[in-house]
Protein backbone atom coordinates (compact mmCIF):
# COMPACT_ATOMS: atom_id res chain seq x y z
CA UNK A 1 0.00 0.00 0.00
CA UNK A 2 1.85 3.33 -1.30
CA UNK A 3 0.64 6.41 0.83
CA UNK A 4 2.30 9.27 -0.64
CA UNK A 5 3.52 12.67 0.02
CA UNK A 6 3.89 13.37 3.91
CA UNK A 7 2.88 16.94 3.79
CA UNK A 8 0.23 19.45 2.21
CA UNK A 9 -1.16 22.40 2.75
CA UNK A 10 -4.35 23.21 4.72
CA UNK A 11 -6.14 25.85 2.28
CA UNK A 12 -5.11 28.45 5.23
CA UNK A 13 -1.59 27.55 4.33
CA UNK A 14 -0.83 25.71 7.07
CA UNK A 15 1.63 22.87 6.59
CA UNK A 16 -0.30 18.89 7.51
CA UNK A 17 1.40 16.42 8.86
CA UNK A 18 0.59 12.67 7.86
CA UNK A 19 0.88 10.02 9.88
CA UNK A 20 -0.30 6.28 9.72
CA UNK A 21 -2.67 5.42 13.30
CA UNK A 22 -2.50 1.90 14.28
CA UNK A 23 -3.57 0.54 18.03
CA UNK A 24 -2.01 -2.42 19.84
CA UNK A 25 -2.34 -3.91 23.15
CA UNK A 26 -0.89 -1.45 24.69
CA UNK A 27 -3.13 1.88 23.24
CA UNK A 28 -2.77 3.84 20.10
CA UNK A 29 0.46 5.18 18.09
CA UNK A 30 1.71 7.13 15.23
CA UNK A 31 4.36 6.95 12.68
CA UNK A 32 5.13 9.29 10.39
CA UNK A 33 3.75 8.63 6.39
CA UNK A 34 7.41 8.92 5.21
CA UNK A 35 8.17 5.86 7.29
CA UNK A 36 5.98 3.57 6.00
CA UNK A 37 6.74 1.50 3.18
CA UNK A 38 3.50 -0.49 3.07
CA UNK A 39 0.75 -2.72 5.59
CA UNK A 40 -0.26 -6.10 5.01
CA UNK A 41 -3.45 -8.05 6.82
CA UNK A 42 -1.81 -11.73 4.81
CA UNK A 43 1.78 -11.86 6.32
CA UNK A 44 3.24 -15.05 6.37
CA UNK A 45 6.13 -15.11 8.67
CA UNK A 46 9.13 -18.24 8.33
CA UNK A 47 9.72 -18.51 12.16
CA UNK A 48 13.58 -18.15 13.83
CA UNK A 49 14.45 -20.90 16.22
CA UNK A 50 16.45 -19.32 19.13
CA UNK A 51 15.77 -15.70 17.85
CA UNK A 52 15.60 -12.76 20.33
CA UNK A 53 12.42 -12.83 21.75
CA UNK A 54 10.99 -9.97 20.41
CA UNK A 55 11.18 -10.89 17.01
CA UNK A 56 8.11 -12.53 15.58
CA UNK A 57 9.83 -13.79 12.39
CA UNK A 58 11.30 -13.29 8.84
CA UNK A 59 8.72 -11.75 5.72
CA UNK A 60 9.50 -12.52 2.56
CA UNK A 61 8.97 -8.44 1.02
CA UNK A 62 9.41 -8.11 -2.70
CA UNK A 63 12.72 -10.84 -3.08
CA UNK A 64 14.53 -9.41 0.71
CA UNK A 65 14.11 -11.23 3.77
CA UNK A 66 12.56 -8.36 6.59
CA UNK A 67 12.87 -9.27 10.29
CA UNK A 68 9.53 -9.01 11.71
CA UNK A 69 9.25 -7.65 15.52
CA UNK A 70 6.38 -7.92 17.87
CA UNK A 71 7.01 -5.13 20.79
CA UNK A 72 3.46 -4.12 21.41
CA UNK A 73 2.08 -7.58 21.94
CA UNK A 74 0.21 -9.91 19.17
CA UNK A 75 -1.58 -8.02 16.17
CA UNK A 76 -3.84 -8.69 13.22
CA UNK A 77 -1.91 -6.60 10.69
CA UNK A 78 2.00 -5.65 9.80
CA UNK A 79 3.28 -2.29 8.70
CA UNK A 80 6.79 -2.80 7.16
CA UNK A 81 8.84 0.75 7.93
CA UNK A 82 11.44 2.06 7.33
CA UNK A 83 14.21 2.98 10.04
CA UNK A 84 16.82 1.57 12.26
CA UNK A 85 18.87 -1.17 10.07
CA UNK A 86 16.30 -0.23 7.27
CA UNK A 87 13.47 -1.93 6.45
CA UNK A 88 11.56 -3.95 8.70
CA UNK A 89 7.90 -5.52 9.79
CA UNK A 90 5.87 -4.61 12.62
CA UNK A 91 3.37 -6.14 14.36
CA UNK A 92 0.07 -4.52 15.28
CA UNK A 93 -3.18 -5.21 16.28
CA UNK A 94 -5.09 -2.83 13.14
CA UNK A 95 -4.13 0.52 11.62
CA UNK A 96 -6.60 3.01 12.60
CA UNK A 97 -6.20 5.35 9.51
CA UNK A 98 -4.15 8.16 7.35
CA UNK A 99 -4.20 11.01 10.26
CA UNK A 100 -3.56 14.56 8.73
CA UNK A 101 -2.41 17.23 11.42
CA UNK A 102 -1.73 20.56 11.65
CA UNK A 103 1.44 21.62 13.74
CA UNK A 104 -1.35 23.17 16.15
CA UNK A 105 -2.55 19.35 17.04
CA UNK A 106 0.77 18.42 17.35
CA UNK A 107 2.96 18.18 20.18
CA UNK A 108 6.60 17.61 21.88
CA UNK A 109 6.71 14.20 24.11
CA UNK A 110 6.50 14.51 28.11
CA UNK A 111 10.21 15.04 29.02
CA UNK A 112 9.52 12.22 31.78
CA UNK A 113 7.50 8.73 31.26
CA UNK A 114 7.67 8.12 28.35
CA UNK A 115 9.19 5.36 25.92
CA UNK A 116 12.52 6.35 24.03
CA UNK A 117 10.98 5.47 20.49
CA UNK A 118 8.36 8.22 21.55
CA UNK A 119 9.15 12.03 19.81
CA UNK A 120 5.83 13.68 20.08
CA UNK A 121 2.29 13.20 20.80
CA UNK A 122 -0.89 14.15 18.13
CA UNK A 123 -4.28 15.07 19.65
CA UNK A 124 -6.91 12.59 18.03
CA UNK A 125 -10.90 12.81 19.20
CA UNK A 126 -9.33 14.37 23.13
CA UNK A 127 -6.75 12.34 23.79
CA UNK A 128 -3.58 12.26 22.93
CA UNK A 129 -1.77 9.46 20.19
CA UNK A 130 2.05 9.22 20.96
CA UNK A 131 4.14 9.25 17.88
CA UNK A 132 7.01 6.90 17.59
CA UNK A 133 10.26 6.91 15.50
CA UNK A 134 11.34 4.37 12.98
CA UNK A 135 14.52 4.75 14.08
CA UNK A 136 14.38 4.65 17.82
CA UNK A 137 11.66 1.88 17.71
CA UNK A 138 13.66 -0.76 15.69
CA UNK A 139 16.91 0.41 18.49
CA UNK A 140 14.63 0.11 21.42
CA UNK A 141 14.48 -3.14 21.01
CA UNK A 142 18.07 -4.26 22.36
CA UNK A 143 19.40 -5.73 19.83
CA UNK A 144 23.07 -6.04 19.60
CA UNK A 145 24.85 -3.71 16.87
CA UNK A 146 26.39 -5.89 14.24
CA UNK A 147 29.73 -5.06 14.54
CA UNK A 148 32.16 -5.10 10.91
CA UNK A 149 34.64 -7.78 10.83
CA UNK A 150 38.11 -6.57 10.09
CA UNK A 151 40.37 -8.23 8.00
CA UNK A 152 40.92 -11.81 8.13
CA UNK A 153 38.37 -12.04 10.64
CA UNK A 154 35.40 -13.91 9.55
CA UNK A 155 31.98 -11.84 9.49
CA UNK A 156 29.48 -13.52 12.54
CA UNK A 157 26.70 -15.71 10.56
Not at 50 to 78: N, S
Not at 79 to 98: D, K, Q, R, S
Not at 101 to 115: I, K, M, N, T, W
Request: glycine content about 14%; hydrophobic content about 45%.
Amino acid sequence: MWIGIAWRQTGYGEPVKKLVVFRTSTGEFAIPVESVREVRSDAALATIPGAHPAVAGLLDWKGEALTVIEIFGPGRQLIVIEGGPGAYGLIVEEVLELAHRSDRELGRAPAEGSANYVTGVMRSEGHMVPIVDAGLLWSSVGFEPEIEAGEGVPAAI
